[in-house]
C-alpha cells in the first residue's frame, strides 16, 4: 500500500463548476499537508498548506484535512480553464528537513 | 518572495556524457535543497536531500556516484548526471526549504541521445 493514495484522473469539468480533489493517507506521522498545482512541464507550485485538521481558505481555493480519517482536500471554486492543471497532494513529517511524500497527481481538465 | 531557478530549463547531451544542473535560492537563503525527477505523467521522486555544506543524502536505489549533488553555499546547489545515457532522460527538479514549505523550481528536461 502506498503512503498516500490519489486518484489520478483525469478529471473533466465546465467551466464554473467546484472541483473536489483528495488524498488519503495511512501514515500518523504526517503532520503538514501540501497542495501544489503543476503546469505541464513546468515545476510544482505551491498552493496551499496546512498543518490543523479543519479548512483554510485562500480566495477560491479551500484545503480541507481530517487527521483522524487521515483524508485531505483541496476544492477549487468557480473554475476557470486556466486552472487545467495537475494536482498533487503533498505531506511531511515534522522537522524542517523532513522530505515531502507526494501523490501521484490529479489531472484535471477545465472545460469552455 | 521564495523564488528558486534552474539551469538550463532543457538540455540534450550525447550519451557517455556528463551534464550539470543548478539550483538557486534567489531570495532566500536555503540549508537544505531536494532534487527529485519526475518521468511522464508520473509524480516526483525523491532522488536525494543536499545539505549545504555536507554530503548530499541519497534515497534507496539512487547511484550518488552517477548523480553527484553539490551544496557548495546556501543559494546553490548542482546535481552532476555523469556518463548519461538514455534511461536518464528526465525532467529533474529541485525544491529548497523554508521553515516547513519547500519551493521547487521550474525544472530542467535533460534528453539524452
Known amino acids: 500500500q502506498k503512503e498516500v493514495e490519489q486518484d489520478p484522473g483525469p478529471l473533466s469539468v465546465p467551466e464554473g463548476a467546484i472541483v473536489s480533489l483528495n488524498c488519503t493517507y495511512s501514515?500518523?506521522?504526517?503532520?503538514?499537508f501540501m497542495w501544489y498545482r503543476q503546469y505541464s512541464r513546468k515545476g510544482p507550485e505551491l498552493l496551499m498548506y496546512?498543518?490543523?485538521?479543519g479548512n483554510k481558505e485562500d480566495g477560491r481555493f479551500t484545503a480541507q484535512v481530517d487527521k483522524s480519517s487521515k483524508y485531505i482536500s483541496l476544492f477549487i471554486r468557480d473554475s476557470q480553464p486556466s486552472d487545467s492543471a495537475t494536482y498533487l497532494c503533498?505531506?511531511?513529517?515534522?522537522?524542517?528537513?523532513?522530505?515531502?511524500?507526494f501523490g501521484t497527481g490529479t489531472r484535471l481538465q477545465v472545460t469552455l | 518572495g521564495a523564488v528558486v531557478s534552474q539551469h538550463p530549463s532543457w538540455v540534450i547531451c550525447k550519451s557517455g556524457t556528463s551534464v550539470k544542473i543548478e539550483c538557486r535560492s534567489l531570495?532566500?537563503?536555503?540549508?537544505?535543497m531536494f532534487w527529485y525527477r519526475q518521468f511522464p505523467k508520473q509524480s516526483l521522486m525523491l532522488m536525494a536531500t543536499?545539505?549545504?555544506?555536507?554530503?548530499?543524502?541519497?534515497e534507496q536505489g539512487v547511484e550518488k556516484d552517477k548523480f553527484l549533488i553539490n551544496h557548495a553555499s546556501l543559494t546553490l546547489s548542482t546535481l552532476t548526471v555523469t556518463s548519461a545515457h538514455p534511461e536518464d532522460s528526465s525532467f529533474y527538479i529541485c525544491?529548497?526549504?523554508?521553515?516547513?514549505?519547500?519551493?521547487f523550481g521550474p525544472g530542467t528536461r535533460l534528453t539524452v541521445t
Open positions: 531570495d532566500f537563503q536555503a540549508t537544505t
Open positions: 503533498a505531506m511531511r513529517g515534522t522537522g524542517t528537513a523532513s522530505k515531502l511524500t
Open positions: 496546512t498543518y490543523s485538521s
Open positions: 501514515n500518523s506521522a504526517f503532520q503538514y
Open positions: 525544491s529548497a526549504g523554508q521553515a516547513y514549505e519547500q519551493y
Open positions: 543536499s545539505n549545504e555544506g555536507s554530503k548530499a543524502t541519497y
